[in-house]
């Protein structure tokens, strides 16, 4: 039997995405035989957490009111790559052949009373206001994704902007997160209108 300090660790890293209670307890077992400098490190890592906050403009991850991506001027502005999740940003940067900005809509449609949650009026008003000339939609390429796709297009359709989408050298039903760098830098030069 453990400890119960040791089983609440257990537990936390148990309700990790992709963490089965077994994997857990190796976490913590790992951790547990680590030099105490590198546990507090780890610790200290994951205090740091709480003061992340997300960009005020495109809803990526930001220690600040702006994220890194936002605050660089050596970015597109007119080019905007809208994505699910923040670490399809990453994905998408590993190509380095993206030069835009990105937002983040937060998820996807599952139904029509889930498309209130995700950061949509905020894309169009961005897409406005900033004077964006081309829209990436950067949608895992599954079901939702695609309905995603096709209802921000028709939302996007009064505007006099090109929406494109990426180019499907993506396997339908994969992630963009577990996509390689050259199917990636394939999907973004390959792209086609919506």
């Known amino acids: ?34 030099d105490p400098a590198k546990v507090q490190d780890f610790a200290e890592n994951l205090e740091r957490i709480q003061h992340l ?56 449609i599952y139904s029509d009373e889930k498309s209130t949650e995700l950061k949509i009026p905020e894309l169009l008003n961005r897409v406005k206001k900033d004077g964006v000339k081309e829209v990436i939609i950067a949608t895992n390429p599954t079901t939702e994704g695609d309905a995603t796709a096709f209802y921000l297009k028709k939302k996007m359709s009064d505007l006099s902007i ?4 990426l180019a499907r050298g993506m396997t339908t ?10 199917t990636l830098s394939a999907a973004l030069a390959n792209r086609r209108d919506v």
Request: hydrophobic share 40%.
């Open 1 to 34: 039997m453990y400890p119960k300090s040791f089983k609440k660790l257990i537990e936390n890293f148990a309700a990790l995405p992709s963490v089965g209670p077994k994997m857990a307890e190796r976490l913590v077992l790992h951790l547990f035989r680590q």
């Open 53 to 108: 906050s997300l960009c005020t403009r495109c809803f990526n991850i930001a220690e600040d009111e702006l994220c890194e991506i936002c605050k660089d001027h050596g970015r597109n502005t007119k080019l905007l790559c809208v994505v699910e999740e923040p670490l399809d940003i990453i994905s998408i940067e590993r190509t380095k052949i993206y030069n835009g900005l990105y937002h983040v809509l937060g998820g996807v």
């Open 162 to 165: 090109r929406v494109t989408r």
């Open 173 to 182: 039903g994969g992630d963009i997160e577990y996509a390689d760098e050259l």
